[in-house]
């Protein structure tokens, strides 16, 4: 989640969406609308990682309104699909 919306700041969440590949996490995308930009953040679960558990966070990804971030997310799940992951809203 941004900074600003983890600490209650303004903001509004639009929507997270959460990939699986056989069971297991392998990313979650989450844009909120803080009015003047979109920000989008991403946590990402390594394969391979000697801590499967941690997550290492991406981004934060700033767009100059929602329509540019829901672009930049769309794209990112057409590829984990791709991948074979299965995305589901969260």
Same mark, same amino acid.
């Given at each position: 989640?941004? !900074? &600003?919306? @983890?600490?209650? +700041? *303004?903001?509004?969440? &639009?929507?997270?969406?959460? @990939?699986?590949?056989?069971g297991?996490?392998?990313?979650?995308? %989450?844009?909120v609308?803080?009015?003047? %930009?979109?920000?989008?953040? @991403?946590?990402?679960? =390594?394969?391979?990682?000697?801590? *499967?558990?941690?997550?290492?966070? #991406? +981004? *934060?990804?700033?767009? =100059?309104? #929602?329509?540019? @971030?829901?672009?930049?997310?769309?794209?990112?799940? !057409? #590829?984990?699909?791709?991948? +074979?992951?299965?995305?589901? #809203?969260?």
């Amino acid at each position: 989640m941004s !900074e &600003l919306a @983890a600490q209650g +700041g *303004p903001g509004r969440e &639009l929507y997270v969406r959460h @990939a699986r590949l056989d069971g297991r996490s392998v990313a979650v995308l %989450r844009a909120v609308d803080e009015g003047h %930009r979109c920000v989008v953040d @991403a946590e990402v679960w =390594p394969s391979g990682e000697t801590h *499967p558990y941690s997550a290492v966070r #991406a +981004g *934060p990804y700033l767009f =100059p309104s #929602a329509v540019e @971030a829901t672009r930049f997310v769309t794209n990112a799940v !057409e #590829a984990l699909i791709a991948l +074979g992951c299965d995305v589901r #809203a969260s």
